[in-house]
């Protein structure tokens, strides 16, 4: 079973609503998948360093207009691979004229729904947002909590789990250790978490608070 969340695959994988004029941002409860994200502008003439998760770094050049993370609908209009890394791209987007213009994108991520991806090729791969909403159970199948998002602050993805009885949720390293099995299918990834991870928040230090 693959470990990783599967990448989004080149173009001709992203399904039928590729490309679509005219896309309309996915409502609130719509399940995302993070394409790339823009970084610092490149040069005066509006181009942005963009960093791309696709398979292919230049397929997400494929999958037609992007929703970014302020809620605006994004168009790249060209791509060219920058100089020495192969997943930074340089963009240009459309209606973004200038460095300044440009410099308002730094830090923007850019998703399309989880339904335009379609099926992963590989039956034991799957995308990060497949996780959003399954119940984690434990290995007498026991359901612990619901996974109710998958962060990752930069030290790898981390499965963020509200409880079942209620409180506060936890999060969870994703990795073997912790989440020996996957079953997507099934609706529920089984985890090994430490005896306190739902533990509640014990009192503060004696003179604090």
């Known amino acids: 079973m693959a470990r990783r ?12 609503g590729r490309g679509a004029a005219g896309a309309a941002p996915p409502g609130p409860d719509a399940r995302l998948v993070v394409l790339g994200e823009f970084g610092r502008a490149h040069g005066l003439q509006g181009e942005v360093r963009l960093k791309s998760y696709t398979a292919e770094p230049m397929a997400i050049g494929g999958y037609g207009p992007l929703l970014a993370s302020d809620g605006r609908v994004v168009e790249l209009t060209a791509l060219r691979p ?10 240009r987007v459309a209606g973004v ?4 213009a440009a410099e308002g994108l730094n830090r923007l991520t850019l998703s399309v729904p989880r339904d335009r991806l379609g099926a992963p090729e590989d039956e034991d791969e799957f995308f990060t947002a497949d996780l959003v ?7 007498a199948g026991t359901r612990l909590g619901t996974i109710r998002a ?6 790898g993805d981390l499965l963020e789990i ?3 009885g209620g409180g506060r949720p936890a999060l ?6 912790f989440v020996p099995k996957v079953e997507i299918a099934a609706g529920r990834v089984t985890i090994a978490p430490p005896e306190d991870l739902f533990a509640p928040p014990g009192p503060p230090p004696e003179g604090e608070g």
């Open 5 to 16: 969340p599967q990448r989004p695959a080149p173009s001709g994988r992203a399904g039928a």
């Open 82 to 91: 920058a100089a020495g890394t192969p997943d930074i791209l340089v963009a």
């Open 97 to 100: 004229a200038g460095r300044s």
């Open 133 to 139: 909403g399954l119940a984690a159970v434990d290995a």
């Open 150 to 155: 998958v962060p990752n602050y930069g030290g």
């Open 162 to 164: 509200e409880p079942e």
């Open 172 to 177: 969870l390293p994703f990795t073997r250790l």
